[in-house]
């Protein structure tokens, strides 16, 4: 009997008792039934091909299960999402900036500052004013709270006089010759606060300027200052205690809707959606503890700041009242029979 039928025959045995085969090789058998006579393929690895051929070594069969990794694909399917999300989120609020040399805040970091350790409001020991000779109110409030139009108020009714920090800044930006005034440029159209010593500096000239010019009794609004605490600390250590703060009170959305339609006319830098949400959150990060710290020593009058403007003034006049801050009397003088 030739080889390859001796082989067929064992084979067909095989397959009538299927439970001599291992699984490997019932699968072989399987393919063989179904096609074309083929002796050559019914051998496994190791098997002799002939009578007279020893067995090789025969090596443990393979697994045939595939590698689970859909846990791996979902985990990085899903922290994808997640990070593209967030992206997402501070681009819409104008917080995503992404890193390298063109970035604007890397910018305002890196300018430098001229001669600010000469500036000589930041390094004095004691006030330069007593608080009995000098009266000053902060006024404090996010970008379109209605500061401005309420100091105007105030100044007509209590004799105030009012110095805005932003328009002290504003000015010396502009003033020829200024060596603060392209920083004071760039952080303003940053959004990001200008350095308190140059801050400092601008409402002390500022104040004695009026008390030379005649403001006797020394009454100042200070308005959008101070708008972090070293400057809070730095104003009242060297140049007078404040009497208490005057803090509107207003959502972000009504501020925007206000500062947008300012912006319209107004031909402000500043006025735009970007520097808007940027000033908002600054005012939030960093003057709210401000507040915070003031209201702890008991010298807050906070104002609801979403009505309308008189409204508004109604309150202010009210709080005024409770702190001793009473409008000016003003004297008419009869000239019909003089």
């Known amino acids: 009997m030739s080889p390859s039928t001796t082989h067929l025959l064992r084979t067909s045995q095989l397959i009538l008792r299927p439970q001599l085969l291992s699984p490997q090789r019932t699968r072989a058998v399987r393919c063989f039934t179904t096609s074309p006579p083929n002796a050559s393929r019914l051998r496994q690895p190791g098997e002799p091909t002939g009578p007279n051929e020893p067995p090789s070594h025969i090596s443990a069969p393979r697994s ?29 609020q104008g917080a995503y900036k992404p890193q390298g040399p063109a970035n604007n805040r890397q910018e305002v970091r890196s300018i430098k500052m001229p001669a600010i350790s000469n ?13 009995d000779k000098v009266t000053v109110i902060f006024v404090l409030g996010g970008p379109g709270a209605g500061k401005g139009t309420q100091c105007a108020k105030i100044v ?9 920090a932003g328009d002290l800044l504003r000015e010396e930006q502009d003033r020829p010759g200024s060596e603060f005034g392209e920083m004071i440029k760039t952080y303003i159209k940053e959004g990001t606060i200008v350095p308190m010593e140059v801050t400092v500096q601008l409402l002390e000239n500022a104040m004695k300027a009026s008390i030379e010019g005649g403001n006797e009794k020394g009454l100042f609004l200070i308005d959008g200052f101070p708008r972090k605490l070293d400057q809070a600390h730095a104003f ?17 959305a009504v501020m925007e809707e206000r500062l947008l339609n300012r912006g319209k006319t107004s031909g402000r830098a500043d006025d735009n959606i970007e520097s808007i ?32 403007a008189d409204d508004v ?25 003089a």
């Open 313 to 337: 003034y109604e309150d202010v006049k009210k709080k005024f009242a409770e702190r001793g801050v009473d409008p000016v009397k003003l004297t008419f003088v009869n000239t019909q029979n």
């Open 277 to 308: 949400k940027k000033r908002f959150r600054t005012f939030v990060e960093t003057s709210m503890p401000v507040v915070d710290e003031m209201e702890s020593k008991g010298k807050v009058v906070k104002i609801n700041a979403e009505r309308g």
């Open 64 to 92: 045939k299960s595939p590698l689970k990794v859909w846990p791996i694909v979902a985990i990085f399917v899903l922290g994808s999402f997640l990070f593209k999300k967030i992206v997402d989120q501070q681009k819409e």
């Open 236 to 252: 009242e250590r060297t140049v007078v205690p404040s009497k208490f703060t005057l803090f509107f009170d207003c959502s972000e």
């Open 119 to 131: 500036l000589g409001a930041t390094t004095r020991t004691s006030p330069l004013w007593s608080p």
């Open 156 to 164: 007509s009714d209590y004799g105030f006089k009012h110095l805005s």
